[in-house]
Nanobody, 115 residues
Framework: QVQLVESGGGLVQPGGSLRLSCAAS????????MSWYRQAPGREREWVAR????????NYVDSVKGRFTVSRDNAKNLVYLQMNNLKPEDTAVYYC????????WGQGTQVTVSS
């Protein structure tokens, strides 16, 4: 059924950049908005970014505005999160998500921002 697989996480220094990818399958990708969430240790899962089905519109949590960019390639069933000027507070497991009858989540990818 619906499957989401994140990749691209890793260890990066403050001020560095990382691009996360999410490969989607099991639904008509181009018909659905896609979102990114993150969860830091001891914190609740937080919505980070959303992109509409055709990529026409994007939305971000205030803390990442100007630093993160969500995009998608509907021909490849991929959604991306470009993260620039990373800060230690961005450290979290990042999840790709879509609502198809219910909300579905990927397995997550760890992003660690540390010097």
């Amino acid at each position: 059924q619906v499957q989401l697989v994140e990749s691209g996480g890793g260890l990066v220094q403050p001020g560095g950049s990382l691009r996360l990818s999410c490969a989607a399958s099991g639904f008509t990708f181009s018909n659905y908005a896609m979102s990114w969430y993150r969860q830091a240790p001891g914190r609740e899962r937080e919505w980070v970014a959303r992109i509409t089905s055709g990529g026409e519109n994007t939305n971000y949590v205030d803390s990442v505005k100007g630093r993160f960019t969500v995009s998608r390639d509907n021909a490849k069933n991929l959604v991306y999160l470009q993260m620039n000027n990373l800060k230690p507070e961005d450290t979290a497991v990042y999840y790709c998500s879509v609502f198809v009858l219910s909300r579905h989540w990927g397995q997550g990818t760890q992003v660690t921002v540390s010097s």
